[in-house]
């Protein structure tokens, strides 16, 4: 049976879930086999391949590693939480131009969308740490540049599957903050796009082991050409289903980007991981394991989670990056 009640879904709690020892980092970095992307098959463009048309990822190799841009501004977070939303508008052009190898936000945003395109933006709701309308604007300003209709883009979470925009989409783009979760261990990208089905608790079992089938959905496979792992101000630490405590927010003033999305969830994990050492002084585990980023490498085929296998660049503040 899955588990219903996670808040981030719109649930109500009924039934808690027993606490499972933590996956220490180590766990999340396997051999990886082969290396996938958030496409099911194609990956992240690397400069010298060949241009791909708008709104189609470039084809790769599987020798190629998967391209991850950290991204982190000391201005990007003032006080009171407040977001610097031109600063974060920087934020994500710096990271997409690097990540696609282009000189302009222009040209790199080409190659994820086009004119023809239909583009559902994923967000997150969650109403203690939701993506943010900073980040959301950030997003929606470039597709439209790219020249894809207003009447064409849609932001949505919890209403993706009545979303007319989202049902109908030639892509898709997934931005949520990371944060510690009860269910899934960490509120990865991977689990995002949990909305896209009509009974999310069957996804809850063993930690949500399995969040990566959703991505083999017709709803979702081979639409989604960025992901966006919000670390402006992430939570690390979390007790309960309902756990909330600004003590465990850190402004990070960052952002995680890249085509392959278990490689940005890993990377992701990782710092949270690094800052728990941090405050706690010790390995101290997670109310829940986060295993499913594993999972969605090595039995799911997604993407890697293997660090070596990933091409991380780090643009940006560089103090306390903690990777």
């Known amino acids: 049976m899955g588990i219903p009640g996670d808040p981030e879904e719109g649930y109500d709690m009924k039934k808690a879930i027993t606490r499972r020892d933590f996956l220490m980092a180590a766990a999340v970095t396997p051999i990886a086999g082969a290396i996938g992307c958030c496409c099911q098959g194609k990956g992240a463009y690397v400069g010298g391949s060949p241009a791909p048309r708008p709104g189609v990822a470039a084809l790769r190799s599987v020798a190629h590693v998967s391209r991850v841009v950290l991204v982190r501004d000391a201005d990007a977070v003032g006080e009171g939480r407040k977001l610097n939303g031109p600063v974060i508008q920087k934020m994500l ?11 302009t936000p222009a040209a790199a945003w080409k190659r994820i969308v086009g004119p023809t395109d239909i583009v559902g933006i994923k967000t997150n709701v969650w109403n203690y740490l939701p993506t943010s309308p900073e980040v959301e604007n950030a997003i929606k300003t470039r597709v439209l ?8 883009v849609a932001i949505d979470d919890r209403g993706v599957l009545a979303n007319p925009i989202f049902q109908a989409a030639t892509v898709l783009i997934n931005a949520r903050p990371a944060r510690a979760h009860y269910w899934a261990g960490m509120g ?3 689990k995002n796009y949990i909305q896209f089905v009509p009974k999310p608790s069957d996804y809850h079992t063993d930690a949500c082991a399995d969040l990566a089938a959703i991505w083999s959905l017709p709803a979702v ?7 966006i792992q919000v670390m402006l101000t992430p939570q690390f630490h979390n007790i309960g289903p309902r756990g909330f405590s600004e003590a465990y927010l850190w402004p990070y003033k960052g952002l995680i980007v890249g085509q392959d999305v278990v490689a940005v969830d890993a990377t992701a994990y990782r710092v949270i991981q ?6 706690f002084g010790e390995d101290k585990p997670l ?4 295993h499913h980023i594993m999972l969605a490498d ?3 085929k997604l993407g890697t989670s293997d660090p070596n296998l990933i091409d991380l660049i780090k643009l940006g503040w560089q103090d306390g990056i903690l990777i």
């Open 93 to 103: 052009d710096d990271a997409v131009m690097a990540l696609f190898g282009e000189k």
């Open 145 to 152: 540049e790219a020249g894809v209709p207003a009447a064409n």
């Open 188 to 190: 990865s990208c991977i």
């Open 221 to 227: 496979k081979d639409r989604t050409k960025l992901n």
């Open 274 to 279: 690094a800052q728990r050492l941090k405050h």
């Open 287 to 290: 109310e829940t394991s986060a």
């Open 298 to 300: 090595t039995k799911h």
